[in-house]
């Protein structure tokens, strides 16, 4: 690996000591929220993840709005990070909010449908190509449900995942390969069995390893994001998807994209714009605007295998949908996401500053002879420290380089900027501005110069 080779790791311990030390200097009511939610909170944050940030301890936030965000310290922020992607439509999105506070006042949750909801059954499908849609409170659940029903139609076992994909916490999905044999994800807490009993995982892109565990005819459902993104941005190779198509038809093996992540492709996400054909889609997170709701959608083959297989008296105890999921307030947030935020011209335009991000990172690594690469899926760009685009989830784990990703996750948020935590991913919103992306590769600039010794 010729990083470890360029890389000085006592120069680069250094900096991060120093960073971290900067921190502390300069976020003092963080901490001491932190000191305090520490006597109530599990680890001083009301959700796990949020321990796993650059600095010694989260940054409190104070408002956002946009592209931008303030912490309790009073730093403002340029925010790539958007909510790892719930706020993809910008904080608080000026278009989309009044009608979400219209909502607030005039009642939130009835378990009975608005019309929002129609007028949202009727664009999922204009967008996704999918006619009929359901509604969840979060991504995770539209993949457990749409893992449920694939399980239901099929009789079979089996759910595939592909290795180090990520889909919420859906205990079918946490499955890893080591040295080519499948074991439970590290991390996985009080799994309910074992996940090899549930479970097929096959590298991204590997049509023969795909071939090979879908011929049995035991798995209900391959459960993928089109182009990976929770291992950093892997791209399908020309022809992986069509093959994947015809394999899983042939094979009686519903096809599930989960496009949470990659709605950064376009209004449709990845399959609106390469016109792909699943049978199910699930989508969460961005689609209303930070408020919790998902959706889950099915060709017209599907659902017609569908209807009249679920018991209505039945129904409330089936394991699949939540008292909150399809409420008025929900719907009414994607509504008025869909129609106004995540609009085709907000991504002709954030797709064009994404681009000069990526231009930016680039010039940099030029500059500098780096082995690293920048990688664009839309609107949703990453940079690697290693010289070629991982194939597979494999490969781009053996990639990660923890020290070096929280230096500069830590040097950026040090100087006003916040990268998406676990790796190095910006996406870029409606409000995101090119002031915002030039600042990035500034930043980015120095945070490199200053580890090769340039600049003190
Ligand atoms: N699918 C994908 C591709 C995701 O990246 C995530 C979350 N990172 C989820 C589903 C789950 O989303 P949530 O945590 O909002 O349920």
Redesign the pocket.
């Known amino acids: 690996n010729r990083n470890v080779i360029m890389i000085n790791r006592n120069r680069l311990k250094e900096l991060l000591d120093k960073e971290l030390q900067l921190f502390e200097e300069t976020h003092p009511r963080s901490k001491e929220l932190f000191e305090r939610a520490k006597k109530s909170l599990i680890d001083g944050v009301p959700m796990n993840w949020m321990v796993k940030w650059a600095g010694s301890y989260p940054v409190f936030v104070k408002s956002g709005h946009g592209a931008h965000f303030t912490d309790v310290d009073d730093h403002r922020y340029i925010d790539f990070c958007l909510g790892?992607?719930?706020s993809m439509t910008g904080h608080a999105p000026e278009s989309a909010i009044s009608a979400i506070k219209e909502r607030i006042d005039n009642g939130v949750t009835f378990m009975l449908p608005t019309e929002d909801s129609v007028w949202v059954g009727e664009e999922l499908s204009r967008r996704f190509g999918l006619p009929y849609w359901q509604v969840a409170?979060?991504?995770?659940?539209?993949?457990r449900f749409a893992l449920r029903l694939a399980r239901h139609l099929t009789k079979r076992k089996y759910i595939l995942v592909f290795n180090y994909?990520?889909?919420?916490?859906?205990d079918e999905a946490f499955i890893t390969l080591q040295d080519g044999v499948p074991i439970p994800r590290h991390g996985n807490i009080g799994p309910q069995t074992d996940v090899t009993q549930t479970s097929k995982v096959v590298e991204f892109n590997d049509i023969e390893a795909l071939e090979k565990a879908l011929a049995p005819g035991d798995v209900a459902a391959v459960l993928a994001?089109p182009a990976m993104?929770?291992i950093g941005i892997i791209h399908p190779d020309p022809g992986y998807l069509e093959a994947l198509r015809e394999i899983t038809r042939r094979t009686g093996t519903i096809l599930i994209y989960?496009?949470?992540?990659?709605m950064s492709a376009g209004p449709g996400g990845y399959t609106g714009t390469y016109g792909l054909k699943p049978d199910m889609l699930?989508v969460?997170?961005a689609i209303g605007a930070g408020i919790?709701t998902?959706v889950y959608g099915f060709s017209e083959e599907l659902a017609q295998r569908i209807r009249g297989t679920i018991d209505i008296e039945g129904a409330d105890v089936g394991g699949i949908g939540g008292t909150l999921a399809g409420n008025a307030l929900s719907m009414a947030a994607m509504r008025a996401t869909l129609e106004n935020v995540l609009t085709a011209e907000a991504y002709d335009r954030n797709i064009s500053l994404a681009k000069r991000f990526c231009d930016g990172v680039e010039s940099v690594i030029k500059e500098h002879n780096l082995p690293w690469i920048v990688k664009r899926l839309g609107c949703r760009t990453e940079y690697w420290f290693r010289d070629t685009p991982p194939k597979n989830g494999g490969e781009a784990a053996s990639a990660a380089d923890y020290e070096l990703d929280r230096y500069m996750h830590l040097y950026a948020l040090n100087r006003g900027i916040l990268m998406t935590p676990f790796h190095n991913m910006a996406l870029i919103s409606s409000q995101t501005t090119v002031e915002d992306i030039d600042r990035h590769t500034k930043v980015f600039r120095e945070s490199v110069e200053s580890l090769l010794g340039a600049r003190v």
Do not use: L, M
């Open positions: 790892d992607t719930g409170i979060s991504a995770t659940d539209a993949n994909s990520y889909h919420g916490t859906v994001e993104t929770n989960d496009e949470t992540h990659t699930t969460g997170k919790p998902a």
